[in-house]
């Protein structure tokens, strides 16, 4: 029941969005790509500047799960690195763990990703790692714990039943995906990054 509930809300929450956050919702927007509620078909007023970057804010924090506070502080860190904010911000977001599980096929979904780290069957180098914000280093290896390997959902993703439903393996990821294995090569670039944003409103929203 409470999956159902999950399931469900993520739905609403990607029709409201526009957005296609688990591959069920997908399968919603495809046949109903207007947001939810009786009013949900009729065209919208125009939207302000305002509403308008907050909207592209969380569409962006809707596909990595994650927090106002969280994506405040990774928002600062972008400001400060050197490069493009917008890229920045990104990028770091890129690194986390749980979108890295994702990314590599460990999981079907954002969630099932976050759930697999929590649950301390996520290795980073030989060591357990149960924060999906843990921020993944460039040459790190992403591995399940051998005591992890049977289970039947990493079976079935060792098996790669979720390429179907998820983007191409982003050339910064090295994946063997029958070792449930995956190595962070290098740092991603934006235009790799599997997400759907406009980075420079979301740095104008932060920067109102």
């Not at 957005?19 to 065209?43: D, S």
């Not at 400060?80 to 890295?100: H, V």
């Not at 780290?117 to 790692?129: E, P, W, Y």
Request: hydrophobic content about 40%; overall charge positive; charged content about 30%.
């Amino acid at each position: 029941m409470a999956n159902n509930t999950r399931a469900r809300r993520k739905v609403r929450i990607s029709r409201a969005l526009g957005i296609a956050l688990t591959p069920k919702a997908e399968k919603y927007l495809e046949r109903r790509p207007y947001a939810p509620g009786q009013h949900g078909r009729a065209r919208r007023k125009q939207d302000s500047d305002y509403a308008v970057r907050l909207r592209e804010k969380q569409r962006l924090r809707a596909q990595y799960n994650i927090r106002e506070a969280q994506m405040a502080r990774i928002f600062e860190e972008a400001r400060r690195t050197a490069g493009l904010t917008g890229e920045n911000l990104i990028e770091l977001l890129e690194m986390r763990l749980d979108a890295l599980v994702l990314r590599a096929g460990f999981a079907r979904t954002s969630a099932q990703a976050r759930q697999l780290i929590v649950h301390r069957h996520i290795m980073v180098d030989g060591a357990r790692v149960d924060r999906p914000s843990f921020r993944v280093a460039e040459g790190q290896l992403i591995h399940v714990h051998s005591r992890s390997e049977t289970m039947v959902p990493l079976q079935v993703a060792a098996a790669g039943a979720h390429r179907d439903v998820l983007p191409a393996v982003p050339g910064y990821l090295d994946v063997q995906l029958d070792k449930l294995q995956a190595r962070l090569v290098r740092r991603p670039k934006r235009s790799e990054v599997p997400v759907t944003c406009e980075e420079q409103l979301v740095v104008e929203y932060y920067a109102r």
